[in-house]
């Protein structure tokens, strides 16, 4: 029979029990198996032999008798046992967790992740976090989970973070549990990043800019357009952009009102009423400077004007004095309207700009000066006269005169010595001493008794020659010495009228008690023998006279008959002699200033004097443009040469003419640029060849742009 722990038939052979199996009687039985999760090592005799299996064990309570074998039970999830035996199943720690039944491992515990925990020991899950929070920590074994800040939110279990609303939205909610707590930001704002936590982290649109769109994350901001602005933030619609001020303009985006700037061609500030600018002005870029006024010299009446083009220079001999001029004013010399204005003739002037009419030289005046800035009226000298055309004097008929500044031929009057409508000269043994014109030709009166004169126009008594001492005339009107008869005995005083004036005594210039007569001084004079020992007299004023005289001379610088009076010879007359002569007038390009002169002035250099009997040397003018003189006491001045110019009044010498554009000097002339060249100003450069390939025309071109391609070079 088999022994307890083998099985087999009677008489053999036996076999040990195996591990797991035990026979606890004699004979032929089979080994029994251990009960479920235990175990027992081969040859087991007894069924407490069989002891619990690793991940199993003996509930809690169970008492295992013998007879009644082993109750072993798997460790349930969240235990493990690591050893055979009664031993009891141990629990996983706290922060770990197992799901595994029968475990015989501690290693079968796994940590808690991010997420949960496990407050306990023995757990076979972890506890996640619930919704709106969220946790970091691994194996924890209280409850790590924290809230999920404003702007973020966490919509499942066990969430190891929480989720940032996205960009375009905020949430200012904490715990939040669904995307859905998360706000659009509003029309006119927008979020570029997410978890934003208040309706403030959505920017607003800046001023100038709006957007009607919400939830939005890139910057969706639309420029308010060309012309308009916005000064607040967030606006939502192209409404909020206003219009700048009329004739304004602002550029795409602005902000403030100042942003519109006024159009050119209009002023103001910036943001204000934009004024258009007036004619005479202009303005040539936007924004708030004034509108600048067109240069002295230009005008304009375009109103809105926006370029100095539009600025016209002033036609020739008109100007405008003042900066922002509508119209341009003839110069003072010039009348007529702007765009026409012509000279002031010879005898006019004109001293104010405008379009005034050039005032005349008074009645008696002239002035030969063209367009006269002045009045450079002067009176007509003596023996002249002007009337309807105060450009020039008119000389006097032969044989007549008029007082200084006459205005008329009819003041013209015959001169001493001449009378009639025709100023005839009175005959031999006449005279008269006033001026006038009188149609009676006797007004010229007959030479008294004693006297004579041969001379025709006789201007005064004075011509009317006393016959010599020694003889005598009773005729009147004598017209020779032949008349005057000898005394036939002793003598008589010069001018006797009778034999019985024939005496004994010194003759005329001569003093003493005859026959002892001595010649009276020089400076005195004895003019007749009509007593005995009669002194010499001295000489009237401003004469004198040689030894032995009779009468007494004028000096020069005045006039008068012989023995006086003398007069001064009025200003624009001299005498250059001792004598009879009458004052002669000072010839034209000189004058004489004062009284009493013995010699005319000449005009000085750059002047010219074209009338006779000047008295001042204002009466000498400048040379005219284009004329010169390097001479003093001229009538008039010389022109420069062909082709030359004096660009001023009062040239001294041909130097100041300089050859005009299109002339060049040559030697000592002016001579035209030859084809092919060209000059563009005046001087005595060299004329400037035209640029290659073309060529000027004619001579004499003054401007590159008479220069012209020439057909040859196919240009």
């Not at 304009?300 to 539009?310: E, F, K, L, P, W």
């Not at 004023?541 to 001379?553: E, I």
């Not at 554009?661 to 035209?672: D, R």
Request: glycine content about 12%; some cysteine.
């Amino acid at each position: 029979m088999c022994e307890r722990g083998y099985a087999g038939p009677d008489s053999g052979p036996c076999t040990l029990c195996g591990s797991g199996k035990y026979k606890t009687t004699l004979g032929s039985h089979v080994c029994a198996s251990c009960p479920a999760h235990a175990s027992s090592p081969a040859g087991s005799t007894t069924l407490q032999n069989c002891s619990c299996d690793k991940g199993a064990s003996v509930p809690e309570g169970v008492v295992a008798q013998e007879q009644q074998g082993v109750l072993c039970v798997s460790c349930v999830a969240g235990k493990f046992k690591a050893v055979t035996g009664s031993g009891v199943c141990q629990d996983c720690a706290c922060g770990k967790h197992s799901n595994v039944t029968a475990a015989t491992t501690t290693d079968i515990c796994q940590e808690c992740v991010a997420g949960t925990y496990a407050p306990g020991p023995g757990n076979h899950i972890c506890t996640p976090c619930l919704v709106g929070k969220f946790s970091t920590l691994r194996s924890q074994c209280v409850d790590p989970c924290v809230e999920c800040d404003a702007g973020k939110y966490a919509d499942r279990d066990g969430a190891l973070d929480c989720k940032e609303c996205a960009c375009g939205k905020y949430s200012n909610a904490s715990a939040a549990t669904s995307s859905g707590t998360c706000q659009h930001c509003i029309a006119g704002t927008f979020a570029p990043r997410a978890g934003n936590t208040h309706s403030s982290d959505c920017q607003q649109c800046a001023r100038g800019k709006y957007s009607a769109l919400d939830a939005r994350c890139n910057n969706p901001c639309v420029s308010c357009g060309v012309g308009t602005y916005s000064n607040q933030l967030g606006e939502q619609t192209s409404d909020s952009c206003q219009a700048c001020p009329a004739h304004s303009r602002s550029a795409s985006g602005s902000d403030e009102a100042t942003d519109c700037k006024c159009n050119i061609g209009y002023s103001g500030a910036d943001g204000g009423e934009c004024t258009i600018c007036q004619a005479g002005t202009y303005k040539v870029a936007s924004g708030s400077s004034l509108c600048a006024g067109c240069a002295t010299g230009t005008f304009s009446t375009i109103v809105g004007a926006t370029s100095v083009g539009t600025c016209q220079p002033c036609a020739a001999n008109s100007n405008s004095p003042l900066v922002g001029s509508v119209e341009c004013e003839c110069n003072v010399g010039y009348t007529g309207v702007s765009s026409s204005c012509m000279h002031c003739p010879a005898g006019t002037f004109k001293a104010a700009i405008g379009p005034a009419p050039c005032t005349q030289c008074d009645s008696g005046q002239h002035s030969a000066k063209q367009a006269a800035t002045s009045n450079v009226c002067t009176e007509c000298a003596s023996g002249s006269y002007s009337a309807d055309d105060q450009s020039r004097c008119i000389l006097c008929g032969a044989n007549a005169w008029s007082e200084l500044g006459s205005d008329d031929e009819q003041d013209c009057v015959c001169n001493a010595g001449f009378t009639g409508s025709n100023c005839t000269a009175c005959v031999a043994g006449k005279y008269r001493e006033v001026q006038g014109t009188n149609p009676d030709a006797t007004d010229c009166v007959l030479c008294d008794a004693g006297t004579y004169s041969a001379r025709v126009g006789a201007q005064s008594a004075s011509s009317c020659e006393r016959c010599v001492e020694g003889t005598y005339s009773r005729a009147s009107g004598a017209t020779s010495p032949t008349t005057c008869t000898v005394c036939t005995s002793g003598t008589s005083p010069a001018g006797s009228t009778s034999e019985s004036d024939c005496r004994e005594l010194c003759p005329a210039g001569k003093t003493g008690t005859h026959p002892v007569c001595e010649e009276c001084a020089p400076g005195k004079f004895k003019p007749f023998s009509l007593c005995q020992d009669c002194p010499c007299d001295d000489c009237p004023k401003f004469s004198t006279s040689l030894s032995g005289a009779s009468l007494c001379s004028c000096f020069s610088g005045f006039s008068g008959p012989n023995g006086g009076p003398c007069t001064a010879c009025a200003p624009g007359t001299y005498t250059d002699a001792i004598g009879t002569r009458a004052c002669a007038t000072c010839a034209p390009g000189k004058y004489a200033r004062l009284a009493s002169a013995t010699v005319c002035s000449e005009c000085s250099v750059g002047t010219f004097l074209g009338t006779t009997g000047a008295n001042s040397s204002d009466a000498c003018n400048l040379c005219l443009f284009g004329t010169y003189s390097n001479l003093t006491g001229v009538s008039a001045c010389q022109n420069c040469g062909a082709g030359a110019y004096s660009a001023f009044a009062g040239a001294t010498t041909d130097k100041f003419c300089k050859c005009n554009a299109g002339w060049t000097l040559a030697n000592t002339s002016c001579q035209t640029c030859e084809i092919g060249k060209y000059k563009n100003f005046s001087g005595s450069a060299e004329c400037s060849l035209c640029s290659s390939g073309s060529s000027s025309l004619a001579e004499g071109s003054n401007s590159h742009k008479d220069c012209r391609c020439s057909v040859q070079t196919g240009i």
